[in-house]
């Protein structure tokens, strides 16, 4: 099903094929004839790029990166089927509504538009309901992406995004995890996100796309313009239980194990602000289209904060106290979880620009508070 309200994709006019016929015929004049060959940066620059497919860009993250890649003027459409994301979270490009499982879908999508990348976020995320219901994950974020990578590489899509996750490394030695830590998942949800991670290794290898698989770690935050947040239904996020508690959404908020040998006695984690993490991925679209080879990076700042900082940070940010409660510790919680995040920076040259609790916070609540008030900007499940 495509969406009422959206562009239909691949239905041009006359006028607009006339037009980009005569525009790409310029730009192969000015390219070739005018630009030195040495030039590549501007060479690039002038050459048209194909499309990007954004799986599960209605949703949080992938939303983020959608109006980034918008205002980089790329060319995007956006492959969601709304189970936890939002027609009005896609701003920029396309929304095709329907599922990475469709194999039908994708076959009309990947002939009808000449797509060089996939960024693949369409995923289920909640820890627990994965432990709860296995086959859910390992359908939704296994053998739906399986259907999809075997679309894309039929079709001789180039590079691919993936967005992984902290939780393939399970409980890492020492609380911190590098790219070259063991693979170690304690739940269905990262396990169905390494086979993932094996299947685009195993197809990169075997002449298939490039790829960048980005492990995340903690996200948070939202677009400080406050055009689009995090609403996805059931988060289990501190940060965002932690901004619906301070804005009334929720009772209060709980800190699971006060008894770690941790600075305050409660979890260490890796917060990396989400338009930080997007625009990593813009640094990896730029990476893969210039021929990097394919390869895996953490995506965190390489420095944590506990459970009692981040709540202090909302207090101070919200300009009241949040009710607390004090919990046992969680089964499979790791006492700190942090990224070592060197090698982001070194292949990419990402930097990132809102490494500060501060801010994190700031921004999160701000789009809260639009949920809270039922300001007609945001966005939220009934
Ligand atoms: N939020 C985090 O802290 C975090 C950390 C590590 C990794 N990740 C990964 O980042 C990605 C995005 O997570 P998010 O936090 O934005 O979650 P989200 O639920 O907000 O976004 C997921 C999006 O995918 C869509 N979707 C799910 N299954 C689909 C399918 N089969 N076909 C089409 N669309 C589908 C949903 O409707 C939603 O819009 C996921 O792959 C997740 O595993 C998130």
């Known amino acids: 099903m495509l969406a009422p309200s959206k562009s239909h994709i691949g239905v041009r006019s ?5 037009t980009e016929v005569l525009l790409n015929f310029v730009t192969f004049y000015t390219v070739q004839f005018t630009i030195p060959e040495n030039c590549w940066n501007l060479r690039e620059k002038f050459m048209k790029n194909k499309k990007i497919l954004v799986t599960g860009g209605a949703g949080y993250i992938g939303s983020h990166v959608v109006r980034q890649l918008g205002q980089g003027n790329e060319s995007v459409i956006t492959l969601d089927n709304l189970c936890t994301g939002f027609e009005a979270a896609v701003t920029a490009g396309d929304l095709v509504v329907g599922d990475t499982g469709d194999a039908l879908l994708l076959e009309k999508i990947f002939s009808e538009n000449e797509i060089d990348t996939v960024m693949h976020f369409a995923a289920h995320t909640i820890v627990p309901e994965s432990v709860a219901d296995p086959l859910k994950y390992y359908r939704n974020n296994t053998a739906s992406s399986r259907t999809l ?19 393939v490394y399970g409980i890492p030695d020492g609380g911190k995890a590098s790219e070259d830590s063991a693979t170690q998942p304690i739940n269905p949800y990262g396990t169905s996100k390494l086979m993932t991670e094996w299947m685009l290794r195993d197809l990169s290898a075997a002449g298939g796309p490039n790829y960048v698989a980005l492990r995340y770690f903690n996200v948070a935050g939202c677009d400080p313009s406050g055009t689009i947040g995090q609403s996805t239904p059931k988060a289990t996020l501190l940060v965002k239980v932690a901004c619906e508690a301070a804005t009334g959404s929720r009772a209060g908020v709980s800190i699971y194990g006060t ?56 207090e101070k940010a919200n300009g009241e106290k949040l009710s607390i409660s004090e919990q046992p510790r969680r089964a499979g919680d790791p006492p700190e979880l942090i990224a070592v995040a060197n090698r982001v920076r070194e292949v990419l040259g990402w930097t990132p620009k809102f490494n500060d609790l501060d801010t994190i916070v700031r921004t999160s609540l701000e789009w809260e508070r639009k949920i809270a008030n039922r300001d007609p900007s945001a966005y939220w499940a009934a």
């Open 259 to 314: 008894d770690y040998e941790t600075p305050d006695g409660t979890g260490l984690r890796d917060y990396i602000h989400v338009e930080d993490l997007a625009s990593a991925h813009l640094d990896a679209l730029a990476y893969l289209r210039n021929g990097g080879e394919s390869t895996i990076l953490n995506c965190g700042y390489g420095h944590g904060f506990s459970v009692r900082e981040v709540l202090s940070a909302v």
């Open 14 to 18: 006359r006028s607009e094929l006339i």
């Open 149 to 167: 990578l075997e679309a894309a590489a039929r079709h001789g899509v180039k590079n691919i995004v993936f967005s992984s996750t902290a939780a």
